[in-house]
Every structure is written in C-alpha cells, then in structure tokens.
C-alpha cells in the first residue's frame, strides 16, 4: 500500500507471453498501469511510509533498492518485451530509486559495519541469500546475510552445508529464508533442496522439515 492508501498488485507473466517469466507491479484500481518489473532473482520487501524495497544479485554483489511507491510513473508492457534478455538488468522501472546500496559476495563471514541509507532503516532485519564464491567444492556457495539497517550491520552467514561437492549448483538453490519468532533460528526452503532448519549460528542444517 503506498503512502496514500493506494493498493497495488503483483502479476506474473507465464512462459507464453512476451515478457515471459517477468512479475510486474500496478494499481490495483489499474491493472494496466504497469509500474514496476522484476526478472529473475529479484525479491520484494515492504518499507515504512508506503515505500516498496528490492533486493536482487548482482554479478558480485547483492543490490538493494527502494522506491517510492505512489511516485512510480506507469509505463507500457511492450517497452519491456525482450528487454531483459538483452541488458540482463534485474528491475525496470520508470522512476529512479529513493535510494540504493551495494553488499559484496567476498564479505568475510561474521557482523560487518555497512552504510545504510536512512530509507532502509525502518526494517527491523531483512534475510538475503547471496552467491558466496568459494575456492573449491567443498567451500559454502552461498550465504545468508542479515542486515539489520537500524543498527548498520551485516552479519554474513556462509551456509557451509550447500557446497558444490553436495549440491548440483545453479540447478538447486535456495529461494526464502525466515526467522522463527519461538526460536530465532533461521528456516528456510529451495529448488530441489527441501526444506531446512539452520542451526543456532545459522550457517548448518539442524534439520530437514516436512
């Protein structure tokens, strides 16, 4: 909902059409005024005062965004078409963002000082995964990272259980993490991974959930 109480819609488009596999934003009073459009590996998030945040990786390094959702201006679906394939980008919009900023892949694993701008710091923490280039097989292919914007910290958690020499990488990933309120840990699920509970350092697999 943006700041003046204007609803809003997410559609994703199937592999027919031609933006194929693309999600795109619009009123919900006016479906046909696209405004927003993600390609893969972009995820939204919900920012105080009716604003929209994403993340999405990058070529090393994860890119977050907020926009002001009421100020995006609509554009036409056919400007779109095929536009990805060509420039790669993650996001399409008409309207430049509030605010951006950059977290590499290569931070070392631990709590890191990162600049926030101050349009992320009404989240109270945000869970990213994030690609994690190891040295070899049995090094973690991907982290968690939680930003915590309020405070100005990462903390980097290299899922040291998902490795090259496990996992068939690229065709299994994991897609959502969360934090449980009863016991803070982290669960989480992925593309013919499963689903998963992380132990209390977040970084190994407590156990498997049905």
């Known amino acids: ?22 999600v795109t934003l619009a009123p919900r009073d006016e479906p046909a005024s696209t405004c927003l ?6 995820w939204p998030f919900l920012l105080p005062q009716g604003r929209l945040g994403l993340w ?9 965004l907020a926009f002001e959702l009421d100020a995006l201006a609509a ?6 078409a095929g536009w990805f394939n060509k420039s ?44 994690h280039p190891g040295a070899g097989k049995d090094e973690p292919a991907c982290a968690v990272f939680a930003l ?24 299994q990933w994991l897609t959502r993490v969360a934090r449980d ?11 013919r991974v499963g689903k998963f509970e992380l132990d209390d350092a977040g970084t190994d697999v407590v156990r498997w959930l049905e």
């Not at 943006?2 to 933006?19: D, F, K, V």
């Not at 309020?150 to 040291?160: K, M, S, Y």
């Open 1 to 22: 909902m943006g700041a003046s109480g204007r609803r809003y819609r997410w559609t994703y488009h199937g592999e027919q059409e031609a933006i194929a596999s693309l």
């Open 37 to 42: 459009a993600l390609n893969y590996y972009c």
């Open 56 to 64: 999405c990786n990058e070529p090393r390094y994860v890119r977050l």
């Open 75 to 80: 554009f036409p679906l056919h400007d779109i």
């Open 88 to 131: 790669q980008e993650r996001v399409y919009a008409a309207t430049a963002p509030l605010a951006e900023m950059e977290l590499p892949w290569d931070m070392p694993a631990g709590m890191q000082n990162v600049a926030v701008p101050q349009e992320f710091r009404g989240v109270e923490e945000l869970l990213i995964i994030s690609s």
């Open 148 to 171: 915590r914007p309020g405070h100005g910290t990462v903390e980097v958690l290299p899922q040291r259980w998902f490795t090259a020499g496990k996992y068939d990488i690229g065709r």
């Open 181 to 191: 309120p009863a016991t803070g840990r982290i669960v989480g699920e992925g593309i």
